[in-house]
């Protein structure tokens, strides 16, 4: 099983990035797909989460309104289109499978990719 992040990069702020986690090796049914992130000298937090049968969707406070979270099942990849890009959105974003938000609980996790936002 395999999760692969991708999309990070350097935004100015009040710009726009999204973010793909492609998924494979099997199928996640009901599983939630999350993300996380984590910037230097803090804890990974939760970012969002959809479940991927159904499509329900959840948000951190700190991203609802500028964060949507989408998913493609052809293609086995979620998305986290990130706009109103703050510099506070710095961070290494994570994708993970397993219960929504339960970082601790995750069974898979991606690689991580870079989001710089400067200002």
């Known amino acids: 099983v395999q999760l692969q992040a991708s999309g990070g990069g350097l935004v100015q702020a009040g710009g726009s990035l999204r973010l793909s986690c492609a998924a494979s090796?099997?199928?996640?049914?009901?599983?939630?797909m999350n993300w996380f992130r984590q910037a230097p000298g803090k804890e990974r937090e939760f970012v969002g989460a959809?479940?991927?049968?159904?499509?329900?969707?959840y948000y951190a406070d700190s991203v609802k309104g500028r964060f949507t979270i989408s998913r493609d099942n052809a293609k086995m990849t979620v998305y986290l289109q990130m706009n109103s890009l703050k510099p506070e959105d710095t961070a290494v974003y994570y994708c993970?499978?397993?219960?929504?938000?339960?970082?601790?609980?995750?069974?898979?996790w991606g690689q991580g990719t870079q989001v710089t936002v400067s200002s």
């Open positions: 959809i479940i991927w049968s159904g499509g329900t969707t």
């Open positions: 993970a499978a397993g219960r929504v938000g339960r970082r601790n609980e995750m069974d898979y």
């Open positions: 090796g099997r199928t996640f049914g009901s599983y939630a």
